[in-house]
């Protein structure tokens, strides 16, 4: 048995659906291949290369339109090959993976199609909306599975409308590894009493609906005795008009812009940190995996109300929630785990009791239930 996945993205890129997928597919017993396309235009020749073992080749875009990319090279090697495999994952919104599945599909009525949705993107295409959301209709109905991470996202879903499309969705939580094993003995409830340096901590792409602008801002308006010290990690194209923000508010001192970087030292920045802010503002955040890893170092989380799979991951138990585009209200919440002890302790322990909730193995094994 021989599986084609297609994350969108490359596997080394940081996060989202491409961390998903490396995530699932790596120490597993499958037989995969991985097809992704270039989402910065950047590359000018087709490349293979090896990631946990893990076999992938990566195709030029030769067309970006916002978040879609389009390859002519990946669509040929898709269509060339479908005969090679028995399964392909698809990852939605992906609109361009889906017209090249929905041809391969075609051509050999064999294959079974498995596609795991993380979001929509209607309201982001206004005017492509009725041929995308035709296109997600169509691969539905030639799909053998579908997966959804929550019950939240399957009634959020357009396509779910349909009894047809009900009755092949298969819910599978998703997961994250756990931290290594030099962080292991840091996973227990913390505390922020006597500390004389707050440290908050963001992780994600600098992109507008990360709503980063609005947890710096948050930070103009504390006026604390004790020192704060804000860390986001990620690159992106919002990072030049984030810098002349923190400019602008005289934070150079307090915010700082860690970009890319290792997983370790990711893991050092967390264990660190008190404070995990996710201030995102778009419900193109339709899940916010990277509370899972705030939880497993028992950071209480700060967040904003989307309505979706970010709140259902982590909700009162876990985080303080807050409208969109509310820097003040960030700001409350900061001082109010800062001043609550128990309030920020219950969040902290809360957070770990959930993360056992959201085992990889657990997650891995639903799909080679799927697959054998």
Same mark, same amino acid.
């Given at each position: %048995?021989?599986?084609?996945?297609?994350p969108?993205?490359?596997l080394?890129?940081?996060?989202?659906i /491409?961390?998903?997928?490396l995530?699932? #597919?790596?120490?597993?017993?499958l037989n995969?291949d991985?097809?992704? !396309?270039d989402?910065n235009?950047?590359?000018?020749k087709?490349?293979?290369?090896? +990631?946990?073992?893990?076999?992938?080749?990566i @195709?030029?875009?030769?067309f970006?339109?916002g978040?879609?990319?389009?390859?002519?090279?990946?669509f040929y090697?898709?269509?060339k090959?479908?005969?090679? !495999?028995?399964?392909?994952h698809?990852?939605?919104?992906?609109?361009?993976s889906?017209i090249c599945?929905l041809?391969?599909?075609?051509?050999? &009525?064999?294959?079974?199609?498995?596609?795991?949705?993380h979001?929509? $993107?209607y309201?982001?295409?206004?005017? =492509?909306?009725? $041929?995308? !959301?035709?296109?997600?209709? =169509?691969?539905?109905?030639?799909s053998?599975?579908?997966? @959804?991470?929550?019950?939240?996202?399957?009634?959020?879903?357009?396509?779910?409308?349909?009894?047809?499309?009900?009755?092949k969705?298969?819910l599978?939580p998703?997961?994250?590894?756990? /931290?290594?094993?030099?962080?292991?003995?840091?996973n227990?409830?913390?505390?922020?009493?006597n500390?004389?340096?707050?440290? *908050?901590?963001?992780?994600?792409r600098?992109?507008?609906y990360?709503? #980063?602008e609005y947890?710096? +801002?948050?930070?103009?308006? =504390?006026?604390?005795?004790?020192?704060l010290?804000?860390?986001?990690?990620?690159?992106? /194209?919002l990072?030049?008009? *984030?810098i002349?923000?923190?400019k602008k508010?005289?934070?150079?001192d307090?915010?700082?812009?860690l970009g890319?970087v290792?997983?370790?030292?990711?893991?050092?920045?967390?264990?660190?940190?008190?404070?995990f802010?996710? /201030?995102? $503002?778009?419900?193109?955040e339709? !899940?916010?995996?990277?509370?899972l890893?705030? %939880?497993?170092?028992? *950071?209480?989380?700060?967040?904003?109300? =989307?309505?979706?799979?970010?709140? #259902?991951?982590?909700?009162?138990?876990?985080?303080?929630?807050c409208?969109i585009?509310? &820097?003040?209200s960030?700001a409350i919440s900061?001082?109010?785990l800062?001043?609550?002890?128990n309030i920020y302790?219950?969040?902290?322990?809360?957070?770990l009791?959930?993360?056992?909730? #959201?085992?990889l193995?657990d997650?891995k094994?639903?799909?080679?239930?799927i697959?054998?």
């Amino acid at each position: %048995m021989k599986i084609l996945c297609l994350p969108r993205a490359p596997l080394d890129y940081v996060g989202g659906i /491409p961390a998903y997928c490396l995530n699932l #597919y790596k120490d597993i017993d499958l037989n995969v291949d991985f097809y992704s !396309y270039d989402i910065n235009k950047g590359l000018r020749k087709k490349i293979i290369q090896y +990631k946990h073992n893990l076999k992938e080749t990566i @195709f030029p875009s030769n067309f970006i339109i916002g978040t879609i990319a389009i390859s002519f090279e990946y669509f040929y090697s898709i269509i060339k090959n479908q005969s090679k !495999y028995e399964y392909i994952h698809l990852q939605l919104p992906d609109p361009f993976s889906v017209i090249c599945v929905l041809i391969a599909k075609i051509l050999n &009525p064999k294959i079974k199609i498995i596609f795991t949705w993380h979001a929509e $993107i209607y309201k982001k295409y206004i005017f =492509l909306s009725p $041929i995308l !959301y035709l296109f997600d209709i =169509l691969i539905s109905l030639l799909s053998y599975k579908i997966i @959804f991470f929550t019950e939240g996202h399957i009634k959020r879903s357009s396509i779910c409308k349909f009894k047809f499309i009900r009755s092949k969705i298969k819910l599978i939580p998703c997961c994250i590894p756990k /931290p290594s094993n030099k962080y292991k003995s840091l996973n227990n409830r913390k505390t922020i009493a006597n500390k004389k340096l707050i440290k *908050l901590v963001s992780i994600g792409r600098l992109v507008e609906y990360k709503g #980063y602008e609005y947890s710096i +801002k948050a930070l103009k308006y =504390l006026d604390l005795e004790i020192d704060l010290e804000y860390k986001i990690i990620g690159e992106g /194209p919002l990072k030049n008009k *984030l810098i002349d923000l923190i400019k602008k508010y005289n934070l150079k001192d307090k915010v700082y812009l860690l970009g890319h970087v290792s997983n370790e030292i990711k893991e050092e920045v967390l264990s660190q940190a008190d404070i995990f802010l996710f /201030p995102s $503002i778009s419900q193109s955040e339709a !899940y916010g995996l990277v509370q899972l890893e705030a %939880m497993h170092f028992g *950071l209480p989380i700060i967040n904003t109300y =989307l309505g979706n799979g970010v709140n #259902y991951l982590a909700n009162k138990e876990t985080a303080i929630t807050c409208p969109i585009k509310d &820097p003040q209200s960030i700001a409350i919440s900061i001082s109010k785990l800062i001043s609550e002890q128990n309030i920020y302790e219950n969040l902290s322990k809360n957070g770990l009791n959930n993360v056992s909730n #959201y085992d990889l193995k657990d997650m891995k094994n639903s799909y080679l239930n799927i697959f054998i």
